[in-house]
């Protein structure tokens, strides 16, 4: 199965996504039309995708590893 054009727009995000943390909630609102809580619950999600693997290997483990090592994204 692949991954959906959403889910796609957001790992492309996630790869790209700026690195302080207000800006980076400001631009997932305007970038992705969600909320930061809705982002981070769905790209926990996606973590776990065999199908987001596929697509992003290096950047699904690097998450992976980050939400191991803190409990959280």
Known sequence: MALSD???RLLDFAQRAPRA???REEAIRAE???SPVRYYQ?????ID???AMAAH?????RLAL???RHGKL
Do not use: Q, T
Not at 57 to 61: D, F, K, S
């Open 66 to 68: 980050l939400r191991e």
């Open 57 to 61: 290997p290096a950047l699904v483990r």
């Open 6 to 8: 959403f889910d796609a």
């Open 49 to 51: 995708a065999p199908e």
């Open 21 to 23: 943390l207000g800006a």
């Open 42 to 46: 769905r790209l926990n999600l996606l």
């Open 32 to 34: 992705l039309g969600i």
